[in-house]
């Protein structure tokens, strides 16, 4: 009796322990409650004035993500003629600007590992804060074709600016 | 001023009009019953004697409840014969306030000892309007906090290590080459000024310690993930810095440029340039790095970020 109740503490200890080391070893939680789809991870880093984050897939589609309160929009509405495509939504009571453009025309940033040659097809999502003219969210990748886009819609979408 | 805080203010205020209402009150009567026993001892003494004996009474339980005994006793407001009949155990027991004490005299002590009850109260009524563990809950003490003597000389060094930067024409020329108004940016860097907390008033300057900030709009952004994140921030046309910009570790650029670096940095934000103008923040990092400080370093270098 005594040696049952012993290896059940021992076996509650290891789960618990197993446990604990998973959640430290697991990937950081996207910013602003971004769901994944299946087979994209996360990393979270910040500049002095920023918090950053990627999100990747093996050998796949990057979004590199920066929010600020002077981060400014990289999807301004007033620059629509230089967007190949661009859409205003209200997306759970927050506004979203979307633009698809290519690389040195609607904007100035350049993937990190750029994927494919120049021009770049650069898709831009920017969710406006609430904390100055210049306080946003930005979302940002190379999408090298449709199935991309969707992917990124589909999570980026997902994201909380009130988090 | 959000519509709670005015809410409290106004509550605090109707409390006191109350307060100072009631003991105006309570003086006008005592100040009323005071004069009619002055009058009637003014006057001959028959007219005393006829003073009803009721009134007397409850006039002088009312004095005795009070501190005006204690206060009268303590004043030579009575002839010392009566002073000496007052203190006698035994012997006859007459009003020392309807036939000792002079009339005027008595009216002199009531207007004082109503001023100092009124102060007393007023004073009591203050205390606890402005109490200052109520009003540190309630009210914004400090939106704008300046910094210790280490931390301030932490900005000041930073202040003039980026004067010196800008102050160079290749540094000028490659951030003007970026889209940097370079006069805006000079001006607005030459602007920059660190309050020390020693100094109370916030006038004049404009580099606060966004730690110790009591302002609502900067203690919401310090809840969210940016703010958690950053070592400053613009709020206005002020920088606010916080823990993560004095605290350098290692890196290939000191501490004392990288900090300048970074108030370079939120100096062109001050001229209306965002980070997604450059493509990120980091982007804005390299720009100003090698422009002002050198081409073979980048944002990674800083000894302020990724800390």
Same mark, same amino acid.
């Given at each position: 009796?005594?040696?049952?109740?012993?290896? @059940?503490?021992?076996?509650?200890? #290891?789960?618990?322990?197993?446990?604990?080391?998973?959640?430290?070893?697991?990937?950081?939680?996207?910013?602003?409650?971004?769901?994944?789809?299946d087979g994209y991870k996360y990393k979270r880093s910040h500049t002095f004035d920023t918090i950053n984050g990627l999100i990747y897939k093996d050998g796949g589609l990057r979004i590199e993500f920066e929010s600020g309160i002077s981060e400014g929009y990289a999807v301004d509405p007033k620059e629509k003629k230089n967007y190949n495509w661009f859409r205003q939504q209200e997306i759970n009571g927050h506004t979203v600007f979307l633009a698809l453009t290519q690389s040195g025309v609607g904007t100035k940033w350049e993937p990190e590992k750029p994927r494919g040659p120049k021009p770049r097809r650069i898709l831009m999502v920017t969710f406006p804060g609430k904390f100055g003219p210049m306080n946003a969210a930005n979302f940002y990748a190379e999408v090298l074709d449709d199935k991309e886009v969707a992917d990124m819609l589909l999570m980026v979408l997902t994201f909380d600016p009130s988090k | 001023m959000p519509a709670a805080l005015r809410g409290s203010f106004a509550a605090c205020r109707a409390i006191q009009?109350?307060?100072?209402?009631?003991?105006?009150?309570?003086?006008?009567? *005592?100040?009323?019953?005071?004069?009619?026993?002055?009058?009637?001892?003014?006057?001959?003494?028959?007219?005393? @004697?006829?003073?009803? @004996?009721?009134?007397?009474?409850?006039?002088?339980?009312?004095?005795?409840?009070?501190?005006?005994? *204690? !206060? +009268?006793?303590?004043?030579?407001?009575?002839?010392?014969?009566?002073?000496?009949?007052r203190a006698r155990p035994s012997g006859p027991s007459r009003s020392y306030l309807k036939t000792r004490v002079r009339g005027s005299r008595l009216l002199a002590a009531a207007h004082i000892l109503a001023i100092v009850e009124l102060s007393r109260r007023l004073h009591q009524a203050y205390a606890q309007a402005y109490d200052k563990q109520a009003a540190d809950s309630v009210l914004p003490q400090n939106p704008f906090p300046g910094f210790d003597?280490?931390?301030?000389?932490?900005?000041?060094? #930073?202040?003039?290590?980026?004067?010196?930067? +800008?102050?160079?024409?290749?540094?000028?020329?490659?951030?003007?080459? #970026?889209?940097?108004?370079?006069?805006?940016?000079?001006?607005?860097?030459?602007?920059?000024?660190?309050?020390?907390?020693?100094?109370?008033?916030?006038?004049?300057?404009? $580099?606060?310690?966004?730690?110790?900030?009591?302002?609502?709009?900067?203690?919401? !952004?310090l809840q969210t993930e940016s703010g958690k994140g950053a070592g400053g921030f613009?709020?206005?046309?002020?920088?606010?810095?916080?823990?993560?910009? !004095?605290?350098?570790?290692?890196?290939?650029?000191?501490?004392? $440029?990288?900090?300048?670096?970074?108030?370079?940095?939120?100096?062109?934000?001050?001229?209306?340039?965002?980070?997604?103008?450059?493509?990120?923040?980091a982007k804005l990092n390299d720009v100003v790095i090698h422009a002002c400080w050198s081409k073979l370093y980048g944002h990674k270098d800083l000894a302020i970020v990724g800390n």
């Open positions: 009796m005594r040696s049952m109740t012993t290896t @059940r503490l021992v076996g509650m200890t #290891a789960c618990c322990i197993l446990l604990l080391a998973s959640a430290a070893f697991a990937d950081d939680p996207p910013y602003g409650n971004v769901k994944l789809l | 009009l109350e307060r100072v209402a009631q003991l105006l009150g309570y003086i006008q009567r *005592w100040s009323l019953r005071a004069s009619r026993a002055v009058q009637k001892s003014s006057t001959s003494r028959a007219a005393l @004697r006829s003073l009803r @004996r009721v009134e007397a009474e409850q006039l002088k339980s009312e004095v005795h409840a009070t501190l005006v005994e *204690w !206060f +009268l006793l303590n004043l030579p407001l009575m002839k010392p014969v009566a002073a000496k009949e003597k280490g931390k301030l000389g932490d900005v000041n060094k #930073a202040l003039a290590e980026g004067a010196k930067l +800008l102050q160079n024409s290749d540094c000028q020329k490659a951030l003007a080459q #970026a889209g940097i108004n370079v006069t805006d940016l000079i001006k607005a860097f030459g602007n920059l000024k660190a309050r020390p907390d020693s100094d109370p008033s916030t006038k004049g300057y404009n $580099i606060f310690y966004a730690e110790k900030s009591t302002d609502p709009q900067v203690q919401q !952004f613009i709020y206005g046309q002020d920088v606010m810095l916080r823990k993560a910009f !004095f605290n350098a570790h290692a890196a290939r650029i000191g501490a004392d $440029i990288s900090r300048a670096l970074a108030l370079i940095h939120e100096a062109v934000h001050l001229t209306g340039k965002s980070d997604a103008f450059f493509g990120g923040s």
